[in-house]
């Protein structure tokens, strides 16, 4: 296979160069048989774009490193039974992906899904385009360009059948897995078609005609169970932990404790006596701050992983902590504290919101504090790698198949090419497995055993050695006149930044951070500033499902219901005033509007799409309903990831201080969208992940040691505390609404939504999570 | 040497007795169904049945079932159509699905105590699994329909 960039393009970054305008010199044939099984064949030099010429709208797509890549020959084969195979080439998690974007194509194709099987795409974004599942970008990235896929496919079937037929391609028509002529009644289905199909020219993506959202048979319309269901229920789906070459060895790793702390010396002996231990040995490790780089430790081979739990529990370690040994998360908080009560580096700034608070009638301050979260994905971190001189074959969890090829790569000092990343199913990812270090852990190992090696976290190993959600504190400061209109707001938002896993020094927010529910706050109030002063990590910092929109939503959102209480008025009015009037947010003050990477022009902060989605929340969640004693209702909305999202919590405390959520409703404006079924798990999982983090969420710091290890200590919610009844309520939309994103926005609004509503029942107003046993006292 | 049946195949360990029993289905004999998730019954992600009652294989020592029978989410049913598995299907429970293995298991233990299960059974029940994902109220649903009749 030889796929080669535009000279000017290859030059730049790999990762993050923008590489629009990659072509295909030659691929080879064999290459795409072998991945796709494919029965026509297809060899082509057709041009690769990274964005159509007839977009109805523009996304951030091709910006992503490697773009996007439409080419029915890369992601759609057709064997001659009439099986349609479609390349899924992002990571499943559990948002559906690996159902939705393939479903696009089936549908702009006119293929029958029960016909079609969908292929997981290994690591490899030249061939593919991004593959970095995150962000909540991939329904919004690829809507467009798999119904161009589908719709190209299509064209090259009827073309194929006209010319079978001997008759113009424009009285033929793809119809539900088979070509119709309906002047002579004559079909030929998929299957008999493939190989001419596959012969034809890949129509240019201006020539193509979509399918009118009226003939859509599966997009918008519900039921599409995921395509693994039936493997997930009889025990046979595939996650990284599942995978078992032969020979392969089991390994665990002894880390060190404190981040950036190394190895002094070990003693192995206990260990090696293990029945089933093989071998101990140490693993390398990179100094701090080192991106994904394994931490180093030393790692207990055998021949199953209870043997190399157990003779890691033998292991003596000595341990040499480093510059982060006295990280305590009770200093920490008082310094953020101290942090947030000094001016700031100011990054938005609209009015003189000093002079308005100094002049103002009143003035509410809340000081909020949010821990650090661990992902604590079902599936801990587990990787296999088999490692063969100077080329590398990986199974992992990844949520980065790319990124994780070229880590791997570099880690080993070969070549991408010769990196091989089999992305196999995720036992969740919330963020933790878009860092790779598992994988480099492997790879290190089998390089140095030459045999397959599985390393398998324990669940101990992921909450000790997350890359953590940051830990803030966010305070704000609202003044208002006479009247009780807000004049006046200041929100100071301290937290140590994800940057600082990647650069030392790292100390304030990047603007993907700053533009998470700071600096694009959406209220309507004359005199803004934001700012943003310095904090230094003292752990790995990374992205968490939704990132910084939890703490700033929380804040924002509670101060919301402050403000209503302070006034006496209904939290909803409150909200709907403070958001003002419908219009397009003009944000001249800020620097660097990230607006998650995508174009102001398609996705602007509309106001006027909050409001109703806060209004339809309320209409069918029946906001203001009467409810028994004792109980409380709570309101909060947050736009993240280019959606809108409003949810209405309703809470009951016992005199024991005990909690009882019996109702959520959450309301959704995600554009255009796919899949209401997966939206739904989505939003309704999103309000158990925004509970857990509520009540229990938090990783804590003493000696530099985490001092939570396990489900017991670092509780998460269970059955028995969720929710009694959660509603989704999607908000419609037309197909020209850009998508935006659903597996990350249902998560902000739900924990402030939650103490708004606890203070409506007890008059607690909650400013610390996790709420742990605030509601007793 | 240990003697274990393993749904429903007689299966020998002379390794060592203290051996959890997932790691032996799951690296030594590739029964890989059931799933590590925390390696100290706090979870569930690992939930076999051991003669018919729900067990956490992960604490469980492969010495502690000899003689005695083990079923696993294979073989939960010859062609995994055991009522909770179908309803599990209908109600499209799972998300990312790591859970499910033991979260089915230990439904289909419940049932085989207690064949109509109130709500508040089930979340009794099934409040030593965990589900990250949060399918909480689909896993109560699917019981449930289990339950009545799928």
């Given at each position: 296979m030889s796929i080669i960039a535009n000279p000017d393009t290859a030059k730049?970054?790999?990762?993050?160069?923008?590489?629009?305008?990659?072509?295909?010199?030659?691929?080879s044939r064999r290459a795409i048989l072998q991945t796709l099984g494919l029965a026509g064949g297809f060899v082509l030099a057709a041009p690769l774009l990274s964005?159509?010429?007839?977009?109805?709208y523009e996304t951030g797509a091709g910006k992503m490193p490697h773009g996007t890549v439409v080419d029915p020959k890369v992601f759609v084969s057709i064997a001659p039974d009439g099986i349609v195979s479609i390349l899924a080439h992002r990571s499943e998690m559990g948002t559906g992906v690996r159902t939705s974007l393939p479903l696009i194509v089936a549908e702009e194709m006119e293929a029958d899904w029960s016909k079609v099987r969908v292929v997981q795409a290994p690591g490899d974004e030249v061939k593919f385009?991004?593959?970095?599942?995150?962000?909540?970008r991939s329904t919004r990235h690829y809507l467009l360009p798999m119904r161009q896929i589908g719709a190209m496919a299509r064209a090259m079937l009827e073309a194929a059948a006209a010319q079978k037929l001997g008759v113009?391609?424009?009285e033929v028509k793809a119809v539900n897995h088979e070509v119709v002529h309906s002047a002579s009644g004559k079909r030929i289905g998929f299957g008999e078609l493939a190989s001419d199909a596959a012969n034809q020219p890949v129509p240019a993506v201006d020539s193509i005609k979509l399918k009118s959202?009226?003939?859509?048979?599966?997009?918008?319309?519900?039921?599409v169970s995921i395509v693994d269901l039936r493997d997930i229920t009889v025990g046979k789906a595939r996650y990284g932990a599942d995978v078992r070459l032969p020979g392969m060895k089991y390994a665990v790793i002894a880390r060190p404790?404190?981040?950036?702390g190394k190895v002094k010396s070990f003693d192995a002996a206990e260990a090696l006596k293990v029945s089933g231990v093989e071998q101990v040995l140490e693993v390398k490790g990179w100094p701090?701050?080192?991106?994904?780089?394994p931490l180093g430790g030393v790692a207990v081979i055998a021949r199953n992983t209870g043997a190399a739990i157990k003779g890691r529990d033998a292991l003596k370690v000595e341990w040499?902590?480093?510059?982060?040994?006295?990280?305590?998360s009770v200093a920490y908080r008082a310094d953020l504290e101290a942090a947030a009560r000094q001016p700031g580096l100011v990054v938005r700034q609209e009015g003189d919101a000093d002079a308005a608070l100094k002049s103002a009638d009143k003035v509410i301050t809340g000081e909020y504090y949010l821990p650090h979260f661990a992902h604590?994905?079902?599936?801990?971190p587990v990787a296999v790698a088999d490692v063969k001189g100077d080329k590398a074959e990986i199974w992992a969890p990844v949520q980065s198949p790319g990124g994780t090829r070229e880590d791997v790569a570099k880690t080993l000092q070969i070549?991408?090419?010769?990196v091989t990343v089999n992305v196999t199913l995720l036992g969740?990812?919330?963020?933790?497995?878009?860092?790779c270090d598992f994988a480099l852990e492997a790879a290190l190992l089998s390089k140095t055993l030459g045999a397959p090696v599985k390393v398998q976290w324990t669940r101990d190993d992921d909450i000790q050695h997350d890359f953590l959600h940051t830990v803030s504190v966010e305070r704000i400061e609202a003044g208002l006149d006479k009247s009780g209109k807000v004049v006046a707001w200041r929100h100071r938002s301290v937290a140590p930044t994800i940057l600082s896993t990647f650069a030392a020094g790292a100390d304030h927010a990047a603007p993907f951070e700053l533009g998470m529910g700071l600096v694009d706050m959406p209220f309507e109030i004359a005199n803004i500033q934001c700012e943003n002063p310095a904090a230094k990590a003292m752990t790995r910092i990374g992205w968490f499902r939704s990132v910084s929109n939890i703490p700033r939503a929380f804040a924002v959102q509670s101060m919301v219901g402050e403000i209503a209480a302070a006034t006496g008025r209904d939290q909803k009015d409150m909200l709907l005033e403070l958001i003002g009037s419908p219009r397009v947010l003009k944000?001249?003050?800020?620097?660097?509007?990230?607006?998650?990477?995508?174009?102001y022009e398609s996705y602007p902060i509309d106001t006027g799409r909050l409001r109703r989605v806060v209004e339809f929340v309320a209409e069918k969640g029946n906001w203001g309903r009467s409810v028994p004693k004792g109980h409380g209702l709570g309101i909060a909305a947050h736009r993240s990831f280019v959606s809108y999202i409003a949810t209405i919590v309703e809470v009951s405390v016992d005199d024991k201080g005990k909690l009882t959520v019996h109702q959520v409703d959450s309301a959704i404006d995600c554009g255009t969208f796919v899949n209401p079924e997966r939206i739904a798990s989505q939003l309704e999982g999103a309000a158990i992940m925004g509970l857990s983090l509520a009540k229990y969420g938090e990783v804590s710091f003493k000696n530099g040691r985490v001092q939570q290890r396990n489900f017991d200590d670092h509780p998460v919610v269970r059955i028995d505390e969720a929710p009694l009844v959660t509603n989704v309520h999607i908000v419609p939309a037309d197909a020209d609404t850009p998508p935006s994103g659903v597996g990350?926005?249902?998560?902000?609004?739900f924990a402030p939504a939650l103490a708004n509503a606890i203070f409506a029942a007890t008059g607690k107003r909650l400013r610390a999570l996790p709420i742990g046993n605030q509601l007793a006292t | 040497m240990i003697k274990v049946k393993i749904n429903g195949q007689e299966q020998s360990w002379d390794g060592?007795?203290?051996?959890p029993l997932l790691w032996y289905l799951r690296?030594?004999?590739?029964?890989?169904?059931s799933k590590y998730g925390c390696?100290?019954?706090?979870?569930?992600?690992c939930t076999v049945m051991v003669d018919k009652e729900a067990a956490?294989?992960?604490?469980?020592?492969i010495s502690d079932v000899a003689g005695r029978e083990v079923t696993t989410i294979e073989g939960l049913h010859p062609t995994g159509d055991h009522p909770v598995q179908k309803a599990w299907r209908q109600v499209n429970v799972?998300?990312?699905?790591?859970?499910q293995a033991g979260q089915i298991m230990q439904a289909a233990a419940l049932l085989n105590e207690n064949p109509k299960p109130s709500h508040d059974q089930i979340r009794d029940a099934m409040s030593g699994n965990i589900c990250r994902c949060g399918c909480y109220q689909r896993i109560e649903n699917a019981v449930h329909l289990a339950s009545t009749g799928v």
């Open positions: 730049s970054n790999p990762r993050r160069g923008f590489e629009r305008h990659l072509k295909v010199e030659n691929v964005r159509p010429a007839f977009a109805a385009g991004n593959q970095d599942t995150d962000g909540s113009p391609a424009s959202p009226r003939d859509f048979r599966y997009l918008g319309k519900g039921q404790p404190v981040t950036g701090w701050p080192s991106k994904f780089q040499e902590d480093g510059p982060n040994a006295a990280y305590d604590a994905s079902m599936e801990p070549p991408p090419e010769n969740g990812g919330f963020g933790r497995k878009s860092k944000l001249a003050s800020v620097k660097d509007l990230w607006n998650y990477g995508e174009p990350e926005p249902g998560v902000p609004p | 060592d007795p203290s051996l690296d030594e004999l590739g029964l890989t169904g390696g100290q019954a706090l979870c569930g992600a956490r294989s992960c604490i469980t020592a799972p998300q990312c699905g790591f859970c």
